[in-house]
């Protein structure tokens, strides 16, 4: 624990200017980042008396070892540099909302040829058009499914879109009627595209002009006595319109607006958002945090809008946000929210009306939302930290192991030997810190060899980032030089194998464990715990003792341990596995210099087979569009070095195994 005042700029050091600062701890690791009008004042009130600050605060500055701050020219640039060094240094005392669940939206993507309608959830793609999120991925199929009748607009992936092309026929929804089947011709994609636009057009709220379209021509239809086309124009209608009834009519039409509301206490705080747009409420989500700072409910709508609309850009940000309370500076985030909206943006708090009542819907939300957290979490907290304490107390370790890392081996029969390393902090995955090994120190199957390497290459460069950062030599005290500036090379974002475990967990026994406490001694690291976990009876292996420690069945911990064992037993696994599907990927064309993949499938295509390409002649190869004579002559060469072994033989009929599918390009 650090005493503050050891780390406090010096009189008149900081400026009284807008900026930002970051608080860092001994291992040089960004732990909080703030923004303020003046720093000076700011930063004072961190450093008055410990009793004064609240215990949030308190936990946070003994935390730091040093205090740093960049100078802005204007509040919101200090708001937007806030959220990008937040994103960047995930700080462990910034409130940080997470999202329970990862919501599902409707996408269109508009960056094809033939645009695509399909559910689409994490990171948005450039130039696909978003509707959402949903609560649940089925809502999103039903709203479709009810469209594509009006709106036929493809749906399939990109594999049965090629193989309908190719075959000449369209796929089952071209043949009911629910795909305008561009894959056959039947549209061009001009026509496609329009039918994709008319979709989203309809989707982000504009439905009225269209209904009223559709009835216009349903009535023209029974005036000329075409009954079977204003027959299928009242379908559509009434399609279109059960699909609207999913999205209740909240506010009046053509209103954009997002609400956002909270519940919190003392400890967490669970944020709600509507999406309303065109009047009608088309998706709704939720995050819920730890206030681990001291932030109250202004702080906390500031971080819900940076973290809501931080990546978003022009019409996702609406042209009002509704709040329970407005930001400590409301002009400097309404300036921003404009900003990446590229037009004037609302942001208040509603006061009466449809507006006033809908906000409050919202807030029942969040408040049932944080029951149901917390209810779930309750549980969760209190079996976590008995886990951490049962491992503490059978290992004899000084304090709970709050960060523990787990390495595993794996192979197939020695070979594309890999190992993984799996990062769970209190008790918890950190899957953002997981890493994966190549075992280069030798070649064959020697497990105890390659935990041996594994161990030593991971904690090397661990010794090496505290030695880079100053933390062994006579600089070593991790000050700021004067003017709050760090070296660049000590920029604070979370680096690869940069902070230590208070105990290492390897997958095997004796032979395993003694490898890894061998590999920490030879770097003269004495203050990490090592255990191992035997699959066979679920025995805890201990360094040096001939009897391992047996944990309880009922044991939270030994289930822990499993889970961190089990985590980086499959993570491994799936490495291991990759690496062999892409080692027998190959082909022998791939020898071939300059040649791409694009002229490999076009001699694969022409010729059926790898082996039927390596009976042909260099001028048969050379009639392949795109195959000059030098080529072909290379192709001919390189096949001819991966001639394949001599054929199989049926031992109970003498008949030569024919292989006519041979290889892949």
């Known amino acids: 624990m650090a005493d503050p005042s050891s780390y406090r ?24 980042v703030g923004k303020a009008k003046s720093l000076r004042q700011r930063l004072a009130n961190y450093f008055q008396p410990l009793t004064s600050l609240h215990p949030r605060t308190a936990t946070m500055v003994t935390t730091a070892a040093s205090v740093e701050w960049t100078v802005v020219s204007t509040e919101v640039e200090a708001l937007q540099l806030e959220y990008t060094w937040i994103k960047e240094f995930d700080p462990r005392f910034n409130v940080k909302y997470r999202d329970d669940k990862s919501y599902p939206y409707l996408a269109v993507t508009l960056n094809e040829e033939f645009p695509r309608v399909q559910v689409m959830r994490g990171q948005k793609k450039k130039g696909v058009r978003y509707f959402g999120p949903y609560g649940h991925a089925w809502a999103i199929r039903e709203t479709v499914d009810l469209m594509l009748r009006v709106f036929p607009v493809r749906t399939c992936s990109a594999g049965v879109f090629r193989n309908a092309a190719s075959a000449g026929r369209p796929c089952l929804l071209g043949y009911i009627g629910k795909c305008a089947a561009p894959c056959v011709g039947r549209v061009s994609p001009e026509e496609h595209r329009e039918l994709a636009e008319d979709f989203c057009d ?13 009835e216009k021509q349903m009535t023209i239809a ?74 109250d409910t202004a702080g906390l709508v500031e971080h819900a809008l940076q973290q809501l609309y931080g990546e978003e850009s022009g019409e996702a940000v609406p042209k009002e946000v509704l709040v329970p309370a407005l930001p400590e500076d409301a002009a400097a985030v309404t300036a921003w929210l404009s900003g990446r909206r590229g037009s004037n943006v609302s942001l208040r708090i509603p ?27 309750a549980s969760d907290l209190t079996t976590r930290s008995r886990a951490l304490e049962e491992i503490a107390e059978a290992l004899d370790l000084e304090s709970a192991p709050l960060r523990i890392e787990c390495f595993d081996v794996s192979h197939l029969q020695g070979e594309d030997v890999v190992a993984s390393m799996v990062v769970f902090e209190d008790g918890l995955p950190r899957k953002s810190e997981y890493r994966r090994f190549q075992i280069k120190g030798f070649e064959g199957q020697d ?85 191992g976990l035997a699959k066979r009876l679920e025995e805890v292996w201990l360094p040096g003792d001939d009897d391992p420690v047996v944990l309880p069945r009922s044991s939270e911990g030994l289930y822990l341990l499993q889970r961190v064992r089990d985590t980086a037993h499959d993570f491994a696994i799936r490495y291991q596995r990759s690496k062999r599907t892409k080692r027998i990927r190959t082909s022998p064309l791939d020898a071939v210099a300059g040649l791409g993949d694009t002229r490999k499938q076009a001699l694969i295509k022409h010729f059926g087979s790898v082996k039927r390409l390596r009976q042909a002649t260099i ?36 008949e030569i195994m024919e292989d006519d599918g041979g290889g892949t390009a």
């Open 9 to 32: 700029p010096k009189p008149g050091e900081i400026p009284d200017e807008p900026g930002v600062y970051k608080f860092r701890d001994e291992h040089r690791r960004v732990i909080y």
């Open 202 to 214: 309809f989707m982000a709220g504009r439905t009225g002009t269209y209904i009223r379209r559709l």
């Open 222 to 295: 029974a005036e000329d006595m075409e009954y079977e086309k204003a027959a299928r124009l009242r379908d559509d209608i009434e399609a279109l319109r059960r699909a609207m009834e999913k999205s209740a009519v909240v506010l009046a039409d053509a209103t954009d607006a997002d609400l956002i509301a909270l519940a919190e206490d003392e400890l967490e705080a669970a944020v709600q958002i509507f999406h309303v747009r065109g009047g009608r409420v088309r998706g709704q989500r939720g995050w819920v945090t730890d206030k681990v700072e001291a932030v």
């Open 351 to 377: 006061q009466r009306g449809d507006k006033k009542d809908l906000m409050e819907t919202v807030a029942r939300n969040a408040q049932q939302a944080l029951v149901l957290h917390k209810t779930k979490r």
């Open 447 to 531: 497990d105890v060899r390659s935990m041996h390497e594994v161990i030593s290459r991971r904690f090397k460069r661990y010794l090496a980032e505290k030695d880079r950062t100053g933390e062994w030599g006579p600089a070593g005290d991790g000050e700021v030089p004067d003017g709050g500036e760090v070296p660049a090379e000590d920029d604070g974002r979370p680096k690869r194998f940069a902070y230590p475990p208070q105990l290492v967990v390897v997958d095997g026994g004796q032979p395993q464990v003694a490898a890894a406490r061998r590999a920490l001694d030879e770097l003269g690291i004495d203050d990490i715990a090592v255990c």
């Open 619 to 654: 001028e048969q190869i050379c009639e392949v569009p795109g195959m000059g004579r030098k080529t072909a002559e290379a192709v001919v060469v390189a096949l001819a070095a991966a001639a394949p072994a001599a054929p199989a033989v049926n031992t109970a009929t003498g």
